[in-house]
Protein backbone atom coordinates (compact mmCIF):
# COMPACT_ATOMS: atom_id res chain seq x y z
CA UNK A 1 0.00 0.00 0.00
CA UNK A 2 1.19 3.58 -0.62
CA UNK A 3 3.64 5.35 1.82
CA UNK A 4 2.01 8.79 1.35
CA UNK A 5 -0.21 10.42 4.57
CA UNK A 6 -3.12 12.34 4.84
CA UNK A 7 -4.14 15.01 7.18
CA UNK A 8 -6.73 13.31 9.57
CA UNK A 9 -9.45 15.79 10.25
CA UNK A 10 -11.10 12.99 12.47
CA UNK A 11 -10.93 9.10 13.44
CA UNK A 12 -14.28 7.53 12.06
CA UNK A 13 -15.55 7.36 15.47
CA UNK A 14 -15.10 11.08 15.85
CA UNK A 15 -18.33 11.13 13.76
CA UNK A 16 -20.46 9.76 16.30
CA UNK A 17 -18.46 11.08 18.90
CA UNK A 18 -19.81 14.91 18.01
CA UNK A 19 -23.02 13.79 17.36
CA UNK A 20 -23.42 12.62 20.40
CA UNK A 21 -22.06 15.41 22.11
CA UNK A 22 -24.17 18.12 19.91
CA UNK A 23 -27.56 16.10 19.74
CA UNK A 24 -27.29 13.42 22.10
CA UNK A 25 -31.23 12.93 22.09
CA UNK A 26 -31.63 12.86 18.97
CA UNK A 27 -32.33 9.77 16.79
CA UNK A 28 -29.48 8.07 15.51
CA UNK A 29 -30.18 5.08 13.99
CA UNK A 30 -33.38 2.73 13.52
CA UNK A 31 -34.11 -0.96 12.38
CA UNK A 32 -36.94 -3.04 12.05
CA UNK A 33 -36.75 -4.01 15.96
CA UNK A 34 -36.63 -0.03 17.00
CA UNK A 35 -34.14 3.06 17.38
CA UNK A 36 -31.58 3.85 19.50
CA UNK A 37 -30.82 8.08 20.28
CA UNK A 38 -26.91 9.61 19.55
CA UNK A 39 -26.42 8.85 22.96
CA UNK A 40 -27.42 5.38 23.18
CA UNK A 41 -25.28 4.83 20.11
CA UNK A 42 -22.74 6.34 21.71
CA UNK A 43 -22.91 4.19 24.62
CA UNK A 44 -23.06 0.90 23.04
CA UNK A 45 -20.22 1.73 20.90
CA UNK A 46 -17.58 2.03 23.90
CA UNK A 47 -19.03 -1.33 25.67
CA UNK A 48 -18.51 -2.75 22.00
CA UNK A 49 -15.14 -1.01 21.83
CA UNK A 50 -14.88 -2.70 25.68
CA UNK A 51 -16.07 -6.38 24.67
CA UNK A 52 -13.67 -6.18 21.56
CA UNK A 53 -10.70 -5.48 24.43
CA UNK A 54 -11.72 -8.64 26.42
CA UNK A 55 -11.61 -10.87 23.21
CA UNK A 56 -7.96 -9.43 22.75
CA UNK A 57 -8.29 -7.60 19.82
CA UNK A 58 -6.09 -4.58 19.50
CA UNK A 59 -5.22 -1.79 16.95
CA UNK A 60 -4.77 -3.20 13.58
CA UNK A 61 -6.84 -6.55 14.04
CA UNK A 62 -9.30 -7.20 11.47
CA UNK A 63 -12.94 -7.63 13.15
CA UNK A 64 -15.09 -9.22 10.67
CA UNK A 65 -19.00 -9.16 10.33
CA UNK A 66 -21.38 -10.57 8.20
CA UNK A 67 -24.80 -9.16 9.27
CA UNK A 68 -27.89 -8.06 7.44
CA UNK A 69 -28.89 -4.53 7.71
CA UNK A 70 -28.99 -4.00 11.20
CA UNK A 71 -28.42 -1.31 13.84
CA UNK A 72 -26.56 -3.18 15.81
CA UNK A 73 -23.81 -2.79 12.73
CA UNK A 74 -23.32 0.58 13.50
CA UNK A 75 -21.93 0.50 16.99
CA UNK A 76 -19.83 -2.03 15.72
CA UNK A 77 -18.04 0.09 13.52
CA UNK A 78 -17.27 2.83 16.14
CA UNK A 79 -16.47 0.72 18.70
CA UNK A 80 -13.97 -1.01 16.42
CA UNK A 81 -12.84 2.53 14.94
CA UNK A 82 -12.34 3.39 18.80
CA UNK A 83 -10.16 0.39 19.59
CA UNK A 84 -7.87 1.08 16.72
CA UNK A 85 -8.92 -2.13 14.82
CA UNK A 86 -10.06 -2.64 11.24
CA UNK A 87 -14.05 -3.27 10.66
CA UNK A 88 -14.14 -5.67 7.40
CA UNK A 89 -18.29 -6.02 6.29
CA UNK A 90 -19.16 -8.55 4.79
CA UNK A 91 -22.15 -9.03 2.63
CA UNK A 92 -24.54 -12.06 3.83
CA UNK A 93 -25.11 -13.11 0.51
CA UNK A 94 -21.76 -13.78 -0.22
CA UNK A 95 -20.90 -17.99 -0.68
CA UNK A 96 -18.63 -19.74 0.43
CA UNK A 97 -16.65 -20.06 -2.75
CA UNK A 98 -15.63 -16.32 -2.62
CA UNK A 99 -16.00 -16.48 1.80
CA UNK A 100 -13.17 -18.75 2.24
CA UNK A 101 -10.82 -16.56 0.30
CA UNK A 102 -11.86 -13.35 2.19
CA UNK A 103 -11.57 -15.16 5.48
CA UNK A 104 -7.75 -16.30 4.70
CA UNK A 105 -7.09 -12.48 3.32
CA UNK A 106 -8.35 -10.94 5.90
CA UNK A 107 -7.17 -13.44 8.58
CA UNK A 108 -9.30 -11.44 11.33
CA UNK A 109 -9.09 -11.85 14.76
CA UNK A 110 -12.84 -12.35 15.68
CA UNK A 111 -15.98 -12.68 13.64
CA UNK A 112 -20.03 -12.06 14.33
CA UNK A 113 -22.04 -14.06 12.02
CA UNK A 114 -26.14 -14.36 12.34
CA UNK A 115 -26.86 -16.71 15.22
CA UNK A 116 -27.88 -19.57 12.72
CA UNK A 117 -24.65 -19.06 10.58
CA UNK A 118 -22.31 -19.65 13.70
CA UNK A 119 -21.42 -23.30 13.11
CA UNK A 120 -20.95 -22.68 8.88
CA UNK A 121 -18.69 -19.98 9.10
CA UNK A 122 -16.36 -21.76 12.23
CA UNK A 123 -16.14 -24.35 8.91
CA UNK A 124 -14.26 -21.79 6.85
CA UNK A 125 -12.12 -20.32 9.56
CA UNK A 126 -9.63 -20.61 12.36
CA UNK A 127 -10.60 -17.50 14.11
CA UNK A 128 -13.53 -17.25 16.75
CA UNK A 129 -17.34 -17.31 15.44
CA UNK A 130 -19.71 -15.78 17.59
CA UNK A 131 -23.29 -15.23 17.32
CA UNK A 132 -24.78 -11.31 17.43
CA UNK A 133 -27.29 -12.40 20.16
CA UNK A 134 -24.36 -14.01 22.42
CA UNK A 135 -22.19 -10.85 21.79
CA UNK A 136 -24.96 -8.25 22.01
CA UNK A 137 -26.29 -9.87 25.71
CA UNK A 138 -22.71 -9.40 26.74
CA UNK A 139 -22.50 -5.92 25.16
CA UNK A 140 -25.62 -4.48 26.97
CA UNK A 141 -24.41 -5.91 30.12
CA UNK A 142 -21.48 -3.86 30.13
CA UNK A 143 -23.40 -0.37 29.97
CA UNK A 144 -22.37 2.11 31.17
CA UNK A 145 -19.27 1.42 29.98
CA UNK A 146 -16.08 2.72 32.17
CA UNK A 147 -13.78 5.17 30.79
CA UNK A 148 -10.81 3.95 28.99
CA UNK A 149 -8.04 5.65 27.10
CA UNK A 150 -8.68 5.68 23.42
CA UNK A 151 -6.30 3.99 21.04
CA UNK A 152 -4.00 6.29 19.14
CA UNK A 153 -5.59 6.77 15.80
CA UNK A 154 -3.48 8.46 12.89
CA UNK A 155 -4.55 9.22 9.78
CA UNK A 156 -2.72 6.54 7.67
CA UNK A 157 -4.24 3.57 9.93
CA UNK A 158 -6.82 1.51 8.17
CA UNK A 159 -10.00 1.97 8.97
CA UNK A 160 -12.04 -0.15 7.03
CA UNK A 161 -11.25 -2.81 4.77
CA UNK A 162 -14.08 -2.81 2.24
CA UNK A 163 -14.13 -6.13 -0.03
CA UNK A 164 -15.45 -5.14 -3.93
CA UNK A 165 -17.57 -8.26 -5.19
CA UNK A 166 -15.95 -10.33 -8.05
CA UNK A 167 -17.80 -12.47 -10.93
CA UNK A 168 -15.08 -14.71 -11.28
CA UNK A 169 -12.25 -13.34 -9.31
CA UNK A 170 -11.88 -13.63 -5.90
CA UNK A 171 -12.95 -10.30 -4.46
CA UNK A 172 -9.96 -7.99 -2.99
CA UNK A 173 -9.95 -5.35 -0.42
CA UNK A 174 -10.26 -1.80 -0.98
CA UNK A 175 -8.03 -0.30 2.31
CA UNK A 176 -9.58 2.62 3.76
CA UNK A 177 -8.01 4.73 6.60
CA UNK A 178 -8.96 7.12 8.41
CA UNK A 179 -7.67 10.10 7.18
CA UNK A 180 -9.30 9.43 3.40
CA UNK A 181 -12.62 8.10 4.83
CA UNK A 182 -13.04 11.33 7.32
CA UNK A 183 -12.07 13.28 3.80
CA UNK A 184 -15.04 11.94 1.82
CA UNK A 185 -18.06 12.46 4.47
CA UNK A 186 -17.19 16.23 4.96
CA UNK A 187 -16.78 16.57 1.18
CA UNK A 188 -20.20 14.14 -0.03
CA UNK A 189 -21.92 15.90 2.81
CA UNK A 190 -20.83 19.37 2.17
CA UNK A 191 -22.24 19.12 -1.66
CA UNK A 192 -25.06 17.21 -0.94
CA UNK A 193 -26.50 19.63 1.70
CA UNK A 194 -27.21 17.23 4.19
CA UNK A 195 -28.86 18.54 7.81
CA UNK A 196 -29.69 18.02 11.26
CA UNK A 197 -33.72 17.91 9.83
CA UNK A 198 -33.10 14.54 7.14
CA UNK A 199 -34.28 11.01 7.21
CA UNK A 200 -32.07 8.98 5.31
CA UNK A 201 -33.25 5.44 4.48
CA UNK A 202 -30.80 2.48 3.83
CA UNK A 203 -32.09 -0.64 1.75
CA UNK A 204 -28.75 -0.70 0.06
CA UNK A 205 -26.39 -3.53 2.00
CA UNK A 206 -23.92 -2.03 4.96
CA UNK A 207 -20.93 -4.17 3.45
CA UNK A 208 -21.47 -2.22 0.09
CA UNK A 209 -19.54 1.04 0.55
CA UNK A 210 -22.39 3.47 -0.71
CA UNK A 211 -24.44 1.82 1.77
CA UNK A 212 -21.92 1.77 4.66
CA UNK A 213 -20.97 5.56 4.04
CA UNK A 214 -24.77 6.66 4.56
CA UNK A 215 -23.76 5.94 8.34
CA UNK A 216 -20.99 8.50 8.26
CA UNK A 217 -22.91 10.91 6.61
CA UNK A 218 -25.94 10.79 8.41
CA UNK A 219 -23.89 11.26 11.66
CA UNK A 220 -21.92 14.04 10.44
CA UNK A 221 -25.26 15.75 9.85
CA UNK A 222 -26.68 14.70 12.79
CA UNK A 223 -29.50 13.25 11.08
CA UNK A 224 -31.77 9.94 11.49
CA UNK A 225 -30.93 6.96 9.31
CA UNK A 226 -33.57 4.17 8.72
CA UNK A 227 -32.29 0.69 7.95
CA UNK A 228 -34.18 -1.35 5.70
CA UNK A 229 -33.24 -5.20 5.52
CA UNK A 230 -35.63 -8.00 5.30
CA UNK A 231 -38.90 -5.85 4.68
CA UNK A 232 -40.44 -7.52 2.00
CA UNK A 233 -40.52 -5.50 -1.02
CA UNK A 234 -43.74 -4.51 -1.85
CA UNK A 235 -43.83 -2.76 1.52
CA UNK A 236 -40.62 -0.17 0.86
CA UNK A 237 -42.60 2.59 -0.62
CA UNK A 238 -45.22 2.44 2.56
CA UNK A 239 -42.07 1.92 4.85
CA UNK A 240 -40.25 5.44 3.27
CA UNK A 241 -43.45 7.42 3.28
CA UNK A 242 -44.06 6.51 7.07
CA UNK A 243 -40.47 7.15 8.07
CA UNK A 244 -40.48 10.64 6.67
CA UNK A 245 -37.55 9.83 4.99
CA UNK A 246 -35.71 12.83 3.37
CA UNK A 247 -32.73 11.38 1.51
CA UNK A 248 -33.05 8.10 -0.44
CA UNK A 249 -29.79 7.01 -2.31
CA UNK A 250 -30.58 4.18 -4.48
CA UNK A 251 -29.05 2.11 -7.24
CA UNK A 252 -31.10 1.24 -10.38
CA UNK A 253 -32.69 -2.13 -9.44
CA UNK A 254 -34.41 -0.22 -6.24
CA UNK A 255 -35.22 3.00 -8.14
CA UNK A 256 -37.04 0.90 -10.88
CA UNK A 257 -38.67 -1.15 -7.85
CA UNK A 258 -39.41 1.95 -6.13
CA UNK A 259 -41.29 3.17 -9.70
CA UNK A 260 -43.12 0.67 -10.37
CA UNK A 261 -44.56 1.05 -6.75
CA UNK A 262 -45.19 4.45 -6.99
CA UNK A 263 -47.14 3.87 -10.07
CA UNK A 264 -49.20 1.12 -8.31
CA UNK A 265 -49.96 3.47 -5.52
CA UNK A 266 -49.06 7.38 -5.88
CA UNK A 267 -48.92 9.89 -2.51
CA UNK A 268 -47.52 12.44 -1.21
CA UNK A 269 -44.09 11.79 0.57
CA UNK A 270 -41.24 13.76 2.38
CA UNK A 271 -38.29 12.69 -0.09
CA UNK A 272 -36.30 15.60 -1.13
CA UNK A 273 -32.93 13.92 -2.46
CA UNK A 274 -32.60 10.98 -4.39
CA UNK A 275 -28.86 9.80 -5.15
CA UNK A 276 -27.63 7.30 -7.31
CA UNK A 277 -23.97 5.80 -7.86
CA UNK A 278 -22.88 2.57 -8.43
CA UNK A 279 -24.78 1.94 -11.82
CA UNK A 280 -25.94 5.12 -13.50
CA UNK A 281 -29.40 5.78 -13.77
CA UNK A 282 -31.17 5.77 -17.19
CA UNK A 283 -32.86 9.07 -17.48
CA UNK A 284 -36.52 7.60 -17.73
CA UNK A 285 -36.31 6.28 -15.08
CA UNK A 286 -34.85 9.28 -13.31
CA UNK A 287 -37.95 11.08 -14.83
CA UNK A 288 -40.43 8.62 -13.35
CA UNK A 289 -38.52 8.64 -9.67
CA UNK A 290 -39.31 12.81 -10.16
CA UNK A 291 -42.88 11.28 -10.44
CA UNK A 292 -43.16 9.09 -7.46
CA UNK A 293 -41.52 11.41 -5.48
CA UNK A 294 -42.84 14.73 -6.35
CA UNK A 295 -40.33 17.67 -5.55
CA UNK A 296 -37.19 15.60 -4.97
CA UNK A 297 -33.67 16.61 -6.53
CA UNK A 298 -31.94 13.52 -8.29
CA UNK A 299 -27.77 13.79 -7.80
CA UNK A 300 -26.20 11.61 -10.02
CA UNK A 301 -22.77 10.77 -8.63
CA UNK A 302 -19.86 8.70 -10.16
CA UNK A 303 -17.99 7.01 -7.31
CA UNK A 304 -15.74 3.73 -6.90
CA UNK A 305 -14.67 2.37 -3.82
CA UNK A 306 -10.94 3.24 -4.17
CA UNK A 307 -12.00 7.13 -3.59
CA UNK A 308 -15.54 6.67 -2.03
CA UNK A 309 -16.76 9.57 -4.56
CA UNK A 310 -15.16 10.75 -7.87
CA UNK A 311 -17.46 13.47 -8.42
CA UNK A 312 -21.34 15.18 -7.86
CA UNK A 313 -23.78 16.76 -9.68
CA UNK A 314 -25.23 19.43 -6.98
CA UNK A 315 -28.57 19.18 -5.82
CA UNK A 316 -29.46 22.75 -7.38
CA UNK A 317 -28.50 21.98 -10.71
CA UNK A 318 -29.99 18.57 -10.84
CA UNK A 319 -32.04 19.52 -14.51
CA UNK A 320 -29.05 21.16 -15.94
CA UNK A 321 -26.26 18.89 -18.48
CA UNK A 322 -28.21 15.87 -18.54
CA UNK A 323 -25.82 13.13 -18.26
CA UNK A 324 -23.23 14.53 -16.39
CA UNK A 325 -22.09 12.64 -13.26
CA UNK A 326 -21.17 16.16 -11.91
CA UNK A 327 -18.08 17.81 -10.54
CA UNK A 328 -14.94 16.62 -8.56
CA UNK A 329 -15.17 16.93 -4.37
CA UNK A 330 -14.08 19.86 -3.47
CA UNK A 331 -9.76 19.89 -2.79
CA UNK A 332 -10.05 17.24 -5.31
CA UNK A 333 -9.13 17.10 -9.11
CA UNK A 334 -10.61 14.55 -12.27
CA UNK A 335 -7.93 14.11 -14.98
CA UNK A 336 -9.11 12.66 -18.08
CA UNK A 337 -5.61 11.03 -20.00
CA UNK A 338 -5.30 9.32 -22.86
CA UNK A 339 -3.33 5.78 -23.21
CA UNK A 340 -0.02 7.37 -23.17
CA UNK A 341 -0.96 9.37 -19.58
CA UNK A 342 -1.29 13.09 -21.57
CA UNK A 343 -3.82 14.90 -20.21
CA UNK A 344 -6.82 15.55 -22.59
CA UNK A 345 -8.57 18.77 -23.52
CA UNK A 346 -12.64 18.98 -22.39
CA UNK A 347 -14.91 17.51 -25.06
CA UNK A 348 -11.97 14.67 -25.09
CA UNK A 349 -12.82 10.72 -24.43
CA UNK A 350 -9.91 9.16 -22.35
CA UNK A 351 -9.58 7.02 -19.16
CA UNK A 352 -10.95 8.94 -15.72
CA UNK A 353 -8.21 9.45 -12.99
CA UNK A 354 -8.73 10.94 -9.79
CA UNK A 355 -6.43 12.94 -7.58
CA UNK A 356 -7.05 14.10 -3.96
CA UNK A 357 -7.27 13.18 -0.44
CA UNK A 358 -9.79 10.93 -0.84
CA UNK A 359 -7.90 8.21 -2.74
CA UNK A 360 -7.37 5.53 -0.45
CA UNK A 361 -4.39 3.30 0.72
CA UNK A 362 -4.37 0.70 -2.06
CA UNK A 363 -5.35 -2.34 -2.08
CA UNK A 364 -5.21 -5.03 1.33
CA UNK A 365 -2.37 -7.06 0.49
CA UNK A 366 -1.74 -6.90 -3.09
CA UNK A 367 1.25 -4.80 -3.87
CA UNK A 368 1.00 -5.84 -7.81
CA UNK A 369 -2.40 -4.44 -8.20
CA UNK A 370 -1.61 -1.40 -5.65
CA UNK A 371 1.16 -0.12 -8.46
CA UNK A 372 -0.76 -0.46 -11.13
CA UNK A 373 -4.05 1.04 -9.90
CA UNK A 374 -1.99 3.84 -7.62
CA UNK A 375 0.40 5.84 -9.39
CA UNK A 376 2.43 9.03 -8.87
CA UNK A 377 2.04 11.92 -10.93
CA UNK A 378 5.73 12.20 -12.24
CA UNK A 379 5.51 15.81 -12.21
CA UNK A 380 4.22 16.27 -8.43
CA UNK A 381 4.38 12.76 -7.11
CA UNK A 382 0.42 12.75 -6.15
CA UNK A 383 -0.99 9.89 -6.10
CA UNK A 384 -3.71 9.06 -9.08
CA UNK A 385 -6.43 6.61 -9.06
CA UNK A 386 -6.07 4.83 -12.51
CA UNK A 387 -10.07 4.02 -12.43
CA UNK A 388 -10.13 2.13 -15.98
CA UNK A 389 -13.09 4.36 -16.58
CA UNK A 390 -13.32 6.48 -19.78
CA UNK A 391 -15.05 9.71 -19.92
CA UNK A 392 -14.55 13.21 -20.41
CA UNK A 393 -15.22 16.63 -19.38
CA UNK A 394 -17.20 19.58 -20.59
CA UNK A 395 -15.48 22.96 -20.55
CA UNK A 396 -16.41 24.27 -16.97
CA UNK A 397 -15.09 20.78 -15.45
CA UNK A 398 -18.11 18.65 -15.65
CA UNK A 399 -17.75 15.11 -15.19
CA UNK A 400 -19.35 12.84 -18.05
CA UNK A 401 -18.92 8.79 -17.83
CA UNK A 402 -18.92 7.64 -20.68
CA UNK A 403 -18.37 3.46 -19.88
CA UNK A 404 -15.87 1.40 -18.30
CA UNK A 405 -13.48 -0.21 -20.17
CA UNK A 406 -14.95 -3.66 -19.78
CA UNK A 407 -17.91 -1.82 -21.42
CA UNK A 408 -16.04 -0.91 -24.86
CA UNK A 409 -15.71 -3.49 -27.36
CA UNK A 410 -15.50 -3.14 -31.56
CA UNK A 411 -18.84 -4.60 -33.69
CA UNK A 412 -18.44 -4.20 -37.22
CA UNK A 413 -15.36 -1.91 -37.07
CA UNK A 414 -17.18 0.33 -35.14
CA UNK A 415 -16.45 1.12 -31.05
CA UNK A 416 -18.86 1.20 -28.72
CA UNK A 417 -19.68 0.89 -25.36
CA UNK A 418 -23.16 -1.30 -23.44
CA UNK A 419 -23.56 2.24 -22.20
CA UNK A 420 -24.73 3.79 -24.87
CA UNK A 421 -26.85 0.60 -25.71
CA UNK A 422 -28.70 0.23 -22.75
CA UNK A 423 -29.30 4.10 -22.25
CA UNK A 424 -30.92 4.23 -25.89
CA UNK A 425 -32.80 0.79 -24.83
CA UNK A 426 -34.54 2.38 -21.47
CA UNK A 427 -35.15 5.18 -24.02
CA UNK A 428 -38.00 3.92 -25.39
CA UNK A 429 -41.15 3.45 -23.68
CA UNK A 430 -42.67 0.99 -21.64
CA UNK A 431 -38.81 -0.76 -21.40
CA UNK A 432 -38.28 -0.85 -17.46
CA UNK A 433 -34.40 -2.46 -17.52
CA UNK A 434 -32.19 -3.01 -20.30
CA UNK A 435 -28.46 -4.80 -20.16
CA UNK A 436 -26.14 -5.58 -23.32
CA UNK A 437 -23.93 -8.24 -23.39
CA UNK A 438 -21.05 -8.01 -25.47
CA UNK A 439 -20.31 -10.51 -28.37
CA UNK A 440 -18.61 -13.53 -27.64
CA UNK A 441 -16.50 -16.34 -30.27
CA UNK A 442 -20.26 -18.04 -30.09
CA UNK A 443 -22.74 -15.43 -30.40
CA UNK A 444 -23.47 -11.78 -31.59
CA UNK A 445 -24.47 -8.71 -29.23
CA UNK A 446 -27.43 -9.56 -27.44
CA UNK A 447 -29.61 -7.09 -25.75
CA UNK A 448 -31.90 -8.28 -22.39
CA UNK A 449 -34.75 -5.62 -21.62
CA UNK A 450 -37.73 -6.10 -19.08
CA UNK A 451 -40.56 -4.51 -20.88
CA UNK A 452 -44.12 -5.97 -22.05
CA UNK A 453 -43.12 -5.09 -25.53
CA UNK A 454 -42.53 -7.47 -28.28
CA UNK A 455 -38.64 -8.06 -28.93
CA UNK A 456 -38.76 -7.18 -32.73
CA UNK A 457 -40.76 -3.71 -31.36
CA UNK A 458 -37.28 -2.73 -28.85
CA UNK A 459 -35.45 -3.30 -31.79
CA UNK A 460 -37.34 -1.36 -34.29
CA UNK A 461 -37.45 1.63 -32.02
CA UNK A 462 -33.64 0.80 -31.05
CA UNK A 463 -33.05 1.59 -34.99
CA UNK A 464 -34.29 4.83 -34.90
CA UNK A 465 -32.06 5.85 -31.58
CA UNK A 466 -28.48 4.25 -32.90
CA UNK A 467 -26.25 3.95 -35.87
CA UNK A 468 -27.42 0.37 -37.57
CA UNK A 469 -23.60 -1.50 -36.33
CA UNK A 470 -25.53 -0.55 -32.63
CA UNK A 471 -28.14 -2.48 -33.00
CA UNK A 472 -28.22 -6.25 -31.68
CA UNK A 473 -28.95 -8.79 -33.26
CA UNK A 474 -31.01 -10.42 -30.64
CA UNK A 475 -33.30 -8.98 -27.82
CA UNK A 476 -34.43 -11.47 -24.96
CA UNK A 477 -37.28 -10.25 -22.91
CA UNK A 478 -36.84 -11.54 -19.46
CA UNK A 479 -39.28 -10.42 -16.27
CA UNK A 480 -36.60 -9.43 -14.03
CA UNK A 481 -32.52 -9.43 -14.14
CA UNK A 482 -30.35 -11.20 -11.46
CA UNK A 483 -28.99 -9.04 -8.82
CA UNK A 484 -25.32 -8.61 -7.31
CA UNK A 485 -25.98 -8.71 -3.35
CA UNK A 486 -25.33 -5.02 -3.75
CA UNK A 487 -28.12 -4.68 -6.41
CA UNK A 488 -26.40 -4.25 -9.74
CA UNK A 489 -27.10 -6.27 -12.54
CA UNK A 490 -25.28 -9.91 -12.79
CA UNK A 491 -24.38 -9.65 -16.30
CA UNK A 492 -22.35 -12.92 -15.51
CA UNK A 493 -25.48 -14.48 -14.59
CA UNK A 494 -27.73 -12.78 -16.84
CA UNK A 495 -24.88 -14.31 -20.22
CA UNK A 496 -25.27 -17.54 -18.57
CA UNK A 497 -28.97 -17.80 -19.06
CA UNK A 498 -28.92 -16.39 -22.36
CA UNK A 499 -26.25 -19.30 -23.53
CA UNK A 500 -28.61 -22.05 -21.96
CA UNK A 501 -31.45 -20.79 -23.37
CA UNK A 502 -30.27 -19.42 -27.02
CA UNK A 503 -33.89 -19.09 -27.83
Given at each position: ??????????????F??????????????????????????????????????????????????????????????????????????????????????????????????D?R???????????????????????????????????A????????????????????????????I?????????????????V??????????????????????????????SE????????????G???L??V?????L????????????????I???G??L???????????F????V????????????????????R???????????????????????????G??????????????????????????????????????H???????D???????????????????????????????T??????????????????????????????????E??????????P????????????????????????????D??
Amino acid sequence: MGDRTVTLEKPVHGFLDEAAAAAPGSPAVRDARGAWTYAELDGLSRAFEGWLADQGVGPGDRVLVRLPNLRETAAMLYGTSRRGAVFVPINPGMKDYHLGPVLADSEPAVVIVDDRQTAAMAALTDAPVHGLREVWEKVEARLPEPAREPAAVTGDALAVLIYTSGSTAAPKAVACPHAQISFAVRGIGDMLGHTADDVFYVRLPLPFDYGLFQLLLSADARAELVLSGSEPEYTLLERIRESGTTVLPVVPALAQLLVVLGERDPGPSAVRLITNTGAALPQATIDALRTVFPGAKVARMYGITECKRVSIMPPDQDRERPGSVGLPLPGTRVLILDEDGTELPPGRTGEIVPVGPHVMAGYWRAPELTARTFRPDPRTGETRLHTRDFGHLDEDGYLYFDGRRDDMFKRKGIRMSTIEIEAAATDIPGVRNAAALQPTEDRDLVLCVVTDLAPGVVLRELAKRLEAAKVPSVCRVLDAFPLTPNGKTAKDRLAALVEEDPR
